[in-house]
């Protein structure tokens, strides 16, 4: 014990020094680590040693440096799973990398996230209980934030119903022009009538009985183009109330596709509640709607034609990664028509689909569906993967890939039913 102590103090002072001076340097830790193994291998300390003076380490550095330093964790790997260290280490080194994560950012930190991930799945075997989902839980805690109230378009009304009014008044003007121009013309007329009966009374009362009846046609004549500007506006309303009421249904469709689109994601992230009636019925409409949608709106595969079959690297692979889903209902419309992710959907459905009819052991007896239900999730797996073939690019080989993916994943189900049995020969 007291050379145990001896070891941690020496390394962490040596540390501080160096981290003083900025020149910490890898391949002097490591050879330390390496000395405290063999001196455990020899029984001098207590096998837990050396990964105590790496939590030590760990716990001095600055995330940035943990990330180099991670390295020599990973080096010695077989040393970890040997079996003098095994029994006596793994607690410690779950200790350390759980901390690691726990100080790590999953969205800034993804590559050395994924790092620490990898490991641990390389260290532990696949029957170590702590690291398997034993029980089938969910992970309920993965909520999709979304816009539940449909926005306000009293501004958008106003702006419809007065475009087609300004576009009506160079009409009206037009009208009125042409009603005045035979006003003049009437007007005209009626002067030089009067000056060629001056002189007889007979003609003055005839061109007084003329001017009355004149006058009664121009009442006439001026009432009309009233009437007909009336009729113009009314008609013209009408026409505004009716595009109006078509842009508003049309919004109400677009917004209720919206909400049953993300409300899915709540049945994606717990497939329990499908077991209950109110909720299965919900979720049948709404994946008919989706599924109806997807299949209207074709994607076009001459876009995609000149796109490789398969991703050479990683890093091109990274572009496409979302880690979180955007759900602004101005994007929908373009998320729909993305094929990578209507892919992401299509694949959530499969992957519900498959574990509402399989057989798992921590399902409770009322977990059960009955053969319409059945039927209905074997019709839409066929429409699903019918999508999944016609979405470009390679949409058969990528539905293939889904099939054996689909596939392997029920001989998981079928390893955990039966308790995890250690795969160690």
Known sequence: MVLDQCLREYQARELILAAGRDKVEVDVIQKYIRFAIQIAQKELCTLSTPIQILADVFDLLPLAKCETFFKIVEKEVATWKSSTFYSAIKNNLLRICNDLLRRLSRTQNTVFCGRILLFLAKFFPFSERSGLNVISEFNIDN???????????????????????????????????????????????????????????????????????????????????????????????????????????????????????????????????????????????????????????????????????????ADEFIEEYFPKYLTNQNLLSLQINDSNFRRYVLMQYLIIFQYLQTSIKFKTDAQVLSTDQGKWIDDQRKKTFRLLDETPPNGKAFSSSAKAILKRELIWIRWKNEGCPSMVI
């Open 143 to 313: 909520y999709t934030a979304y816009t539940k109230e449909r926005p306000a378009v009293t501004e958008s009304k106003s702006e419809t119903s007065a475009t087609p009014a300004t576009e009506a008044e160079p009409e009206k003007e037009k009208e009125i022009e042409v009603i005045e121009e035979k006003k003049k013309g009437e007007d005209g007329s009626e002067k030089k009538g009067a000056a060629a009966v001056e002189d007889s009374a007979k003609e003055k009362k005839s061109e007084t009985t003329e001017k009355g009846g004149s006058t009664a046609e121009k009442k006439d004549e001026e009432s009309e183009p009233m009437e007909i500007e009336l009729i113009v506006e009314e008609k013209e309303k009408m026409e505004v109330e009716k595009k109006d009421d078509e842009k508003e249904s049309k919004a109400e469709k677009e917004f209720k596709l919206y909400c049953n689109f993300w409300q899915l994601q709540d049945y994606f992230r717990d497939p329990t509640q499908c077991y209950d009636k109110k909720h299965w019925e919900l979720f049948c409409g709404i994946t008919s709607e989706i599924i109806s949608t997807f299949t209207k709106k074709k994607l076009d595969s001459r876009a995609s034609k000149k796109e490789p079959v398969m991703k050479e690297t």
